[in-house]
C-alpha cells in the first residue's frame, strides 16, 4: 500500500518545522514509518540549489530564476526521496512543498499563477500532498521567532508587504482546497498546535 503524504506549510517563522519533527517522532516511537524531509534542500544536489537560493547576494536574482531553482529541487527531490519512499509504503512528512511554490513565488512574488501552477505539477509529477497541514501565524510573531536567533537569509529579508501578501496568498490557496489543507492556529504552545493536529490525523485514520 502507498505510504501518505503529510506537508507542513506556513510563513517565515510560523513553527512547521518543530511541528513537522514533532509528528515525525510521534509516529516512531509508535512504529509507523515514517520519513521526514523538507524543500529546498531534500537531497544532496537539493542542498546545493538551497545554499544557492537562500544565500544573500549583490547580483539580480531574477523571480524566474527563483522559481525555476525550486521546482528543479522538487523535481529531483519527488524521484529520489518522495516517490520511491510512497511506492514503498513508508509516509513521508515534507517541511514544504508546492504550496510554498505557490504562495511565495507566485502570490508574493507576483509571479503567474497559473504558469506557477503548471511548473508544481511537472515538477511533481503529478503527486500531491495526501494532507496538509498549513500553521497560520501573524507576519509580525513568526518575523520576531525568527529575529531572535538567527541571521536573516535572502528570501526572509523581503519587505513587510511581500511577507502580508504571503500568508494571504497561503490562505488563499487553503481556501480553495479545504479538503486537503487544514489551518492550524501556530500562535498557540507547540504542544497544542501539536494536540490539534494529532486530532486531524487520528479523525482522518492516517494514525
Ligand atoms: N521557499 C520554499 C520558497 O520561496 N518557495 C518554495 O517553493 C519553497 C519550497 C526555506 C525558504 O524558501 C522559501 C521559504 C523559505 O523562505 P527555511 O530555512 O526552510 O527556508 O525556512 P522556513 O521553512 O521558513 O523555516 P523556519 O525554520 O524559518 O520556520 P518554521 O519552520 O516555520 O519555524 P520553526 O519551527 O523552525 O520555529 C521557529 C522558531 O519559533 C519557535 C521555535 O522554537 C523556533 O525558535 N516556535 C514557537 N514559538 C512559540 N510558539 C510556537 N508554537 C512555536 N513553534 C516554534
Redesign the pocket.
Known sequence: MRGVFIT?E????????????MLHRYMEERGISAILT????GTKTGSKI?QI??TPTDEVFPPYA??FL??A??NIHVHNVIKPNLEKGINVIS????D??????GY??GLDIQFVKQLNLKASEGIKPDITFL?D?PVEE?LK??Q???NK????QEEIDFHIRLREGFLKIASEEKDRIHVID?????E??FSGILDILKKRNII
Open positions: 507542513f506556513g510563513i517565515e517563522g510560523a513553527g512547521k518545522s518543530t511541528q513537522a519533527k523538507r524543500e529546498p534542500g538551497r537560493l537562500l527563483e522559481l525550486y521546482e529541487d522538487r517541511d514544504r512543498f508546492i510554498s511554490t505557490l504562495a511565495y513565488q508574493a512574488r500553521i501565524i513568526g521567532r525568527i531572535s536567533y538567527r537569509d535572502r528570501i526572509e501556530g500562535t498557540k504552545s507547540p497544542e498546535v
